[in-house]
């Protein structure tokens, strides 16, 4: 019995002392502790270490280690320091040094009391507020100056440190045959209770607040060898419109094909509107665009690089990144694909990217669709025809073969409940990320995630810990070898958060990974191109469709975990056994997300 006890009493002590935490986590604590200690107010600084290390969430203990620099005999001479350092930054008057040196050696010495703190502070309350704003004011801002400095040099030092420190008694371990595995792509998925499909109940609870639209058809495309070959047999039967909005257009064999399907409906009577983006398409030949335009194809840029693009950064930094085409007011095609041979396949002479892409045959979910197109075309710069004529080059159609390169087949089911996502106006610019955390809250069994871009913000990351928490099994997929370096460094930065709240993470090492899909339970799917970061939440306009389908959620299991069983998955000792400036780059990558 007093083994149990003794045991039980070690975990909690390691609890409160946060030993396994990471180093990111226990440098934040750091990084806290000397923040507060750079207040010269004696009795409070032990509270607002702990309050600063809950804002970003960090070690406690950690924070309470930085109190080692405050105390009585350091107390005046830092309050000194600062208030020299405010007065060379304060745009007013400051008080004459000698006053500012009186008044802080008495409030050290004659006001404060270490056994009385709380009649000590009502001393010095009124003691400071009579000092004035020459006083007070450099001294506040001495204090905001070296506190930051202090805490920023700190975390840095302190990361450095611990992940070098982590590192070598990893590698101790190793050598004594205690090291981490290599581990193999594996994820169980728990069984349901029922084989049978779930009645309208059990679907509905994850479904959106908004009214839903029965598509007749919904069609799950895997990878360009499934999309493509579908899209251009569109663009080609049209009889009425074609509307083609996408991020990403280039002018290699993939960018050629569509092209020609494009000018061909033109030809045949059709209205074919084309709208990309200025700088997913910043290198597109102005041959390219000048033989759609002369075709009749109309062509708009979405906030295109202009001469003094750098005078309205904040504005140019919104782009369009969806990718929707809508062919008749019926058919419909949205997901992750841009337009270009990376994501066709390597067999093609393409690159080979992972991605999903769906096909909805559906009058109302293809209108939805047409009006973020619509809305994005009216805000777009719509280019001219050229005087000369130009033609596109006649062009080999790729082959309208269904299978991947893995020889799956599309997933096809009827009656599909079908929900459009946006972030079309300032008003939706939560409701993808609102989808992902309604569905996550409801989670039972098992949530899957494939996304290229993964840096989910704190609310998504509770929503995945809570979950696990739930027992719920936890799966993300993400890149090894992400074609944005800054922004896998970023996603990195928050492995050891994510490991040690049990969610597991997978990376797939074949090629590029660009899908921004998910499911849940059987039931729930999210087909987009909204990354899980801070650029399509704050600032990139995007779509995609959420369906409630047991046939299609099965595929779209079956499909994700065929990916993870190709994927290492990353385990918390290897990802700490990083290289110190490995896990710094993380760090400071980490600090740029708002712009990645």
């Not at 002590?13 to 990111?24: A, H, V």
């Not at 949205?334 to 909805?360: F, K, P, V």
Request: aromatic share 8%; hydrophobic share 45%.
């Amino acid at each position: 019995m007093s083994s149990h006890f003794r045991n039980r009493g070690r975990r909690i002590w390691r609890k409160l002392l946060g030993t396994g935490d990471p180093p990111e986590r226990v440098a934040r604590g750091l990084a806290a502790g000397i923040f507060a200690a750079a207040f010269p107010l004696p009795g409070i600084h032990v509270p607002l270490c702990l309050v600063f290390a809950w804002l970003v969430r960090a070690n406690k203990a950690a924070a309470l280690a930085g109190q080692a620099v405050s105390n009585a005999a350091t107390l005046l001479p830092l309050a000194c320091l600062q208030f020299r350092i405010g007065s060379l930054l304060w745009p007013g008057e400051a008080a004459a040094g000698e006053r500012a040196l009186a008044l802080l050696r008495k409030v050290n010495e004659d006001y404060w009391a270490w056994g009385a703190p709380l009649a000590s502070l009502d001393k010095i309350g009124p003691a400071l507020a009579s000092a004035g704003v020459a006083v007070l004011g450099p001294l506040a801002l001495g204090v905001l100056v070296t506190g930051v400095a202090a805490a920023v040099c700190s975390y840095a030092v302190s990361l450095t440190a611990l992940t070098v420190f982590y590192g070598y008694r990893l590698r101790r371990r190793i050598e004594r045959g205690l090291g981490p595995q290599v581990l193999h792509g594996h994820f169980a998925v728990p069984e349901s209770g029922a084989a049978e499909a779930p009645d309208r109940a059990a679907v509905m609870r994850y479904a959106m607040a908004k009214a839903h639209v029965v598509a007749p058809s919904v069609k799950l495309l895997t990878d360009g060898k499934q999309a493509y070959p579908e899209m251009l047999a569109a663009i080609e039967g049209a009889e009425k419109s074609v509307d083609l909005e996408t991020y990403i257009l280039r002018a290699d064999s993939i960018g050629r094909q569509f092209a020609a399907a494009l000018c061909g409906a033109a030809a045949r009577g059709v209205t074919v509107r084309l709208l990309y983006d200025g700088v997913g398409c910043l290198g597109l030949p102005e041959e390219y665009t000048a033989g759609l335009l002369s075709a009749g194809v109309k062509v708009a840029v979405y906030r295109p690089l202009h001469l003094l693009w750098f005078t309205h950064i904040g504005s140019m930094n919104r782009r369009d990144h969806r990718k929707i085409l809508v062919v008749d007011e019926n058919t419909a095609f949205t997901g992750g694909l841009n337009i270009g041979d990376e994501y066709a396949a390597n067999e093609s002479g393409g690159a080979g990217w992972r991605d999903t892409h769906c096909r909805i045959d559906c009058p109302e979910t293809a209108r939805q669709l047409r009006a973020l197109i619509e809305l994005a075309w009216r805000r777009a710069e719509q280019l001219t025809p050229p005087p000369k004529a130009h033609e596109p080059p006649a062009v080999k159609r790729i082959s309208a073969g269904g299978a991947t390169g893995r020889g799956e087949c599309a997933a096809t089911s009827a009656d599909v409940p079908v929900w459009v996502l946006s972030n079309k106006d300032l008003l939706k610019r939560i409701q993808v990320r609102q989808t992902y955390l309604r569905a996550i809250r409801r989670a039972q069994r098992y949530i899957l995630i494939e996304n290229a871009y993964f840096i989910p913000d704190r609310r998504i990351r509770r929503a995945l810990r809570n979950a696990v928490k739930r027992g719920v099994a936890v799966g993300v997929v993400v890149p090894m070898y992400s074609d944005l370096r800054i922004v896998a460094l970023a996603s990195r930065a928050l492995y050891s958060e994510l490991l040690a709240s049990g969610v597991r993470l997978f990376e797939y090492p074949v090629n590029m990974l660009h899908c921004k899909a998910a499911v849940i339970d059987d039931v729930w799917l999210v087909v987009s191109s909204y990354n899980l970061d801070h650029r399509s939440l704050l600032h990139n306009l995007e779509a995609g469709v959420l369906m409630l389908d047991r046939r299609l959620a099965q595929a779209m299991r079956t499909q994700i975990l065929g990916d993870i069983a190709r994927c290492k998955e990353v385990t918390l000792e290897l990802h700490t056994a990083r290289s110190w400036h490995q896990a710094l780059a993380e760090a400071l990558a980490y600090q740029l997300r708002y712009w990645l």
